[in-house]
């Protein structure tokens, strides 16, 4: 397959059938729904409708935030081969069902935030208890109502939903190979070839005569042609990719961002912070400060 996993995703989830079904699956389950790529930094759920009022407050303390972002992690770790239900330190279920074209997972439908069982006092002390000990500072009123106004349901509707998931997925699957033909017909398949390589490898050192050279054609027809298609030279592309991985790899609190820039693909953190700057118009240490102050 050409295109990349997270331009397909992107592509998919503005598709008027993910929209449609979205809105159906919101009113009929009262559970949020989102689709994601393998690799994803974020939290899927965030801001979008019938979010849990609770993760909402989660989300907006960075040392909860890191534990829910390990969840989903793990999420997509575990659910590549079959939908995989996991439980986060507050109790709350959220299911991966992975989306497939042909036999390549390319992302996954998301769904949760759910408890299967009634919260107790018990429970909301010892996630408290967890909470302070992470250091998180929250009004223990407003978590209180947050967390006993979660959606509860039994174990039996919980897995009727998944599997109503499950269905959109494959049903999604033949949106997914319509939308891919369109776009290989539509890019030209040396840049769709090298958007791909970036996309898979920008942790690697990419120069543009190497990825030149893996798409076979000549350094100076590669820079025409990629520029032309793109608008930005092969260099201003690779770098704008890579600040937006970094961009979500620096919601995690527990991330130095010395670890961050390696992991982007920077050779230097002294690069890092240069490239960041110019691209995001500030340092990684004030967007990470930023985003912080933004939650609170």
């Avoid at 998919?12 to 989102?34: K, T, V």
């Avoid at 969840?71 to 239900?85: C, H, I, M």
């Avoid at 429970?123 to 992470?134: A, E, G, N, P, S």
């Avoid at 920008?202 to 050279?213: D, F, I, Q, R, Y």
Wanted: include cysteine.
């Amino acid at each position: 397959m050409k295109t990349s996993p997270r331009e397909f995703v992107d592509r998919l989830s503005q598709s008027r059938i993910f929209q449609d079904y979205e809105r159906a699956f919101n009113e009929a389950a009262g559970l949020p729904l989102s689709i994601t790529p393998q690799q994803n930094w974020g939290l899927p759920h965030h801001e979008k409708a019938f979010e849990n009022p609770f993760c909402y407050l989660m989300a907006k303390k960075s040392q909860a935030c890191a534990a829910c972002l390990e969840v989903q992690q793990k999420l997509a770790e575990d659910g590549r081969e079959s939908p995989v239900t996991t439980t986060c330190f507050a109790g709350l279920c959220d299911t991966v069902v992975p989306l497939r074209v042909g036999d390549e997972v390319l992302g996954f439908l998301q769904t949760g935030q759910v408890a299967l069982t009634a919260p107790s006092d018990e429970q909301f002390d010892d996630m408290t208890r967890q909470l302070i000990k992470w250091g998180v500072e929250v009004d223990l009123t407003d978590l209180r109502e947050a967390y006993f106004n979660s959606r509860v349901m039994t174990a039996e509707q919980y897995q009727a939903f998944v599997r109503l998931v499950e269905t959109f997925a494959e049903h999604l699957a033949l949106v997914g190979n319509q939308i891919l033909i369109h776009e290989e017909n539509d890019e030209n398949p040396v840049v769709r070839r090298a958007r791909r390589i970036v996309d898979e490898h920008h942790s690697e050192n990419l120069s543009l005569e190497k990825v030149a050279g893996m798409v076979n054609t000549s350094t100076y027809y590669f820079c025409k042609l990629f520029k032309k298609a793109t608008g930005l030279t092969f260099t201003d592309y690779l770098g704008r990719s890579r600040v937006e991985r970094a961009k979500e790899l620096l919601i995690n609190p527990n991330l130095r961002v010395s670890e961050i820039a390696f992991e982007v693909g920077f050779e230097s953190l002294s690069q890092f912070n240069r490239t960041f700057k110019r691209i995001a118009g500030c340092s990684p240490t004030q967007y990470r400060r930023n985003r912080s102050e933004e939650e609170k």
